[in-house]
């Protein structure tokens, strides 16, 4: 049971003088049952990579199945789109988290049930269906839109940054949702926000230009980014931990929370 | 200057700003933060007349934002980077779109070649000048949007949470340019949740519950947020603070201090 991604190449504009190839050729497989965190810079191939997953796009060549099948969205895998609350329309939040059920010939009763279920899996109440979404504030809007997609119940879901824009306190709350809810979803993490995926991902993935650099586990990850020029691909506290390091302090460098990197420096200077 | 006259805005859920008292003025670098939904945009749609207060007025270098006959001279002065990167491009490819507005200031073509150049290389984003804009991610997106502002090279710029898909190499060189920009003279309003990216700014306010809550300098308004404990601060202020250290915004800076003490 897993994504199979195999010599998969991706073309943009082929055959024109503008041609980009945005993967070229990479081969991974994202076993079930753990959250898989995605990183890269801009142009790098990770937003081509999701849409390719979710099955929204072919690949130019090489072949993507999911758990033996080929991607189908709303099926076998969903994805969570940048900025999803804005892709609502309808005139209350029920009319558009139904949408995507009512493909699925589900009973009124059923739909209305597997909607509260996920409702409450998101931490929202039920009171907010019948609200416009133009009333809402984002970030309830964005955990709406989570809910919308978690109704589908896929196997696979793909968060393409799901924390953009959000304040820090609703980040925080979807972060921990996103926790809970793998244990059951196979997820897979794109975000900039390299504490987020740190704090999420079991493996982590680096693209660069099309091509994987890094993957493995999130350890080897905190190893290997400290041994990248400029320290660009550690989360801000870990960098700090890394410079102390080379500056002679005896420092955890795994540690990635901010009262435990407080602590890491306190021992080390009791010690000096 | 960019003045905000006792403004009042609302919409049917209820007030969305009330009482709200600002000048930004020339060259001046001021730093937005808010949770979601306290107004930092509905702020950023008032100061260029893309919305209209319900009380009071907004004037940009003394031209009331209600006046629609000179609402194109506002636009010309104050350029947006919207926070949905897909709601600003016009063009069909990156190159379209930055001449657009290039165009319509009336600039002759080797002018309008210069200035693209420059920006796109500013920006590192040279590749992507021949990209159908529909196959870029959301980060190279808000990287077009960017540059199809500063092009313009407005007095003012107002970023609306312009990185937030950025990836870190990027975010620093647009930190770096802005930073860069306002030493020549461009003001900048830069609305964010990330505290990080505000260590450069002259000013920092917060909007809370429809008003502004905090007003100074950044070391002034993250200490008064940090006591509060209500929102983020930039990390190296935070371990300053935590371990009795002056506080300082920077990780250089933590650094340094952290190195006197060893």
């Known amino acids: 049971m897993s994504i199979e991604i195999r010599h998969v190449t991706h073309i943009y504009d082929a055959g024109t003088p503008h041609e980009t190839r945005a993967l070229d050729g990479i081969d991974l497989t994202i076993g079930k049952g753990t959250v898989f965190g995605l990183v890269g810079g801009i142009g790098s191939g990770k937003s081509t990579l999701a849409s390719l997953m979710a099955g929204l796009d072919s690949p130019s060549d090489g072949s993507i199945t999911i758990d033996g099948e080929v991607p189908s969205p709303g099926k076998n895998v969903g994805i969570l789109f940048q900025q999803p609350e804005d892709l609502f329309f309808e005139r209350t939040l029920f009319k558009d988290m139904v949408l995507g059920l009512t493909h699925l010939g589900l009973s009124e009763e059923e739909v209305e049930k597997r909607i509260f279920f996920t409702l409450d899996q998101v931490g929202l109440s039920k009171q907010i269906l019948s609200r416009s979404p133009f009333h809402l504030n984002r970030g309830t809007l964005r955990l709406a839109a989570f809910a919308s997609v978690l109704v589908m119940n896929p196997g696979y879901l793909i968060l393409d940054e799901p924390t953009a824009s959000l304040d820090p306190g609703s980040r925080k709350r979807l972060v921990e949702i996103i926790k809970r809810i793998s244990e059951d979803i196979t997820i897979i993490y794109i975000s900039h926000r390299l504490q987020e995926v740190i704090e999420v991902s079991d493996r982590l993935v680096v693209l660069d230009k099309g091509n994987i650099t890094f993957n493995g586990t999130r350890s080897d990850y905190l190893d290997w980014g400290a041994g990248q020029d400029g320290g660009e691909y550690l989360p801000i506290l870990n960098q700090i931990l890394y410079r102390l390091h080379q500056l002679g302090l005896d420092v955890d460098l795994k540690v990635t929370q901010r009262e435990d990197v407080v602590e890491q420096i306190r021992r080390t200077l009791e010690r000096t | ?262």
């Open chain 2, 1 to 262: 200057m960019i003045e905000f006259n006792d403004i009042y805005f609302s919409r049917s859920t209820g007030p969305v700003l009330e009482g709200i008292q600002l000048r930004i003025k020339k060259g001046e670098y001021l730093g937005i933060m808010g949770d979601n939904g306290s107004g930092k945009t509905t702020l950023a749609r008032l100061m260029t007349g893309l919305l209209l207060p319900e009380k009071g007025d907004v004037r940009v270098n003394g031209i009331s934002t209600g006046d629609r006959n000179r609402l194109l001279e506002i636009r010309h002065s104050a350029g947006t980077v919207f926070q949905n990167p897909d709601a600003q491009a016009i063009g069909e490819t990156v190159e379209e779109d930055l001449v657009f507005g290039l165009e319509n200031l009336g600039l002759p073509v080797p002018e309008i070649n210069k200035r693209i150049e420059k920006y796109l290389d500013l920006l590192e984003i040279r590749e992507l000048r021949h990209r159908t804009i529909r196959t870029l991610s959301g980060g190279q997106k808000q990287l077009v949007n960017l540059a199809a502002v500063m092009v313009m090279e407005p007095e003012y710029i107002i970023l609306d949470e312009p990185v937030s898909m950025v990836d870190a190499g990027h975010r620093r060189i647009i930190l770096e340019h802005i930073t860069r920009l306002n030493h020549e003279g461009t003001a900048i309003v830069h609305i964010t949740h990330d505290p990080d990216e505000l260590t450069g700014c002259h000013r920092l306010i917060v909007l809370s519950g429809c008003r502004i809550t905090h007003n100074g300098t950044p070391p002034e308004v993250f200490n008064q947020l940090f006591v509060e404990k209500k929102m983020d601060v930039p990390a190296p202020f935070a371990i300053s603070r935590e371990l009795g250290l002056p506080p300082v915004l920077t990780t250089e800076a933590l650094l340094e201090e952290i190195c006197q003490l060893k």
